[in-house]
Nanobody, 116 residues
Framework: QVHFNESGGGLVQPGGSLRLSCATS????????MSWYRQAPGKQRELVAK???????EYVDSVRGRFTISRENVKNTVYLQMNNLKPEDSAVYYC??????????WGQGTQVTVSS
């Protein structure tokens, strides 16, 4: 069974930066496409960024140019570098495989709060 362990969140001022990490286990990480999602209070979970097993990346419009997704296959880890953070980026951030399983397994997530 796949497991995700997200970390790196915290409280940051607008314009600040954070780097999220997601360590995975239970899968052959290098062959999977990976993604970062986020869920703000009262909102649906949304896809933020994808990284394919080839290294190609995709981003939702609201974060393109500010966020960078990357992966380190030897460590079974996917990262999300977040720069120029805005209050609307506040959410719990999760990683997962892409596409999601029919009944996806989720980690505990990591809380990102952007506030002055």
């Amino acid at each position: 069974q796949v497991h995700f362990n997200e970390s790196g969140g915290g409280l940051v001022q607008p314009g600040g930066s954070l780097r999220l990490s997601c360590a995975t286990s239970g899968i052959i990480f290098s062959i999977f496409h990976m993604s970062w999602y986020r869920q703000a209070p009262g909102k649906q979970r949304e896809l933020v960024a994808k990284i394919f097993n080839s290294g190609r990346t995709e981003y939702v419009d609201s974060v393109r140019g500010r966020f960078t997704i990357s992966r380190e296959n030897v460590k079974n880890t996917v990262y999300l570098q977040m720069n120029n953070l805005k209050p609307e980026d506040s959410a719990v951030y999760y990683c997962n495989i892409e596409p999601l399983d029919s009944v996806p397994s989720w980690g505990q997530g990591t809380q990102v709060t952007v506030s002055s």
